[in-house]
């Protein structure tokens, strides 16, 4: 089931086009990272999703219902999460997930059950002092709960771990990788290893313009780059192995490093058993043969320029 698709989604302020024929679908139970630099219009699309702002063209559709603009009915089946909460800071997160609840119009035995399950899940069920002394991490939490607080079909986040720590960062991700569970997440960022940590799916923006999407995996095999990196017992023979492996015609480059050699060549499964028959002919002191994956750096890299 599509839980969300933007149609050739443009936008523009004034003279300035920020999006430029965006379309992309997400899918029930798919965590989205929608990734690009800084000012690739990653916000800009999210508030558009979110009725906050008009697409100079194009359609959005939330699990099928159309978004307008200023009339945001759709935001019925999202939560979201923006890049800095905000809360009243006199209240506790159960006095403010109360209040939320309230606002949603939710009965109170739903509201009592959601922050049990909710505070448990974002590690603030003990925690009863004012949010206003709550770290960035704290407040990044219960904005999550919040968010889920009416159980959304899509989760929406903008940038949430961008200004966290590496041990918030890790805390967040643990837990929209639990909430993933329940509901389609999409968050923005441009910290790639948070995306490959966590999603399945991805959409790199640049300039406006969606210029990847796909499948994780699929997206890394297709852009893995045919390299296999040898780490010898020591530093001495790694330049005569070099040499003899550039005499292969498959090899198009090599690169000592200390005691490794990393081998380029055009198609790894067909001709990698060329390069473990000379070792073991050469006798070579292999302490590692490894074939390198792509990362999401590489391809990101390689489809921005």
Known sequence: MEILKLDHIQKSFGK????????????????????????????????????????????????????????????????????????????????????????????????????????????????NRKIHGFSRGMKQRLGIAQALLSEPKLLICDEPTSALDPIGRKEILDILSLAGQQTAIVFSTHILSDVERICNQIGILDQGRLVLQGDISDIKSTYRPDTVRIELAGPSGVSVLAEKLQDFPFVSATEVKENAVTVRLAGVEKHGHKILELLVREQSPVLKYEVQESSLEDVFLEVVK
């Open 16 to 127: 300035l086009s920020v999006i430029q024929d965006l379309s992309l679908t997400v899918s029930e139970h798919s965590l989205f990272g929608l990734i690009g630099k800084n000012g690739a219009g990653k916000t800009t699309a999210m508030k558009m999703v979110l009725g906050f702002l008009q697409p100079s063209r194009g359609e959005i559709r939330v699990c099928g219902e159309k978004v307008t603009y200023g009339k945001t009915q759709t935001n019925r089946s999202i939560g979201y999460l923006p890049d800095v909460p905000e809360f009243y800071g006199y209240m506790t997160p159960k006095e403010y997930l109360k209040l939320c609840g309230r606002i949603a119009g939710q009965k109170p035995e739903q509201i009592r059950k959601r922050t049990e399950e909710l505070l448990t899940l974002v590690g603030l069920a003990n925690v």
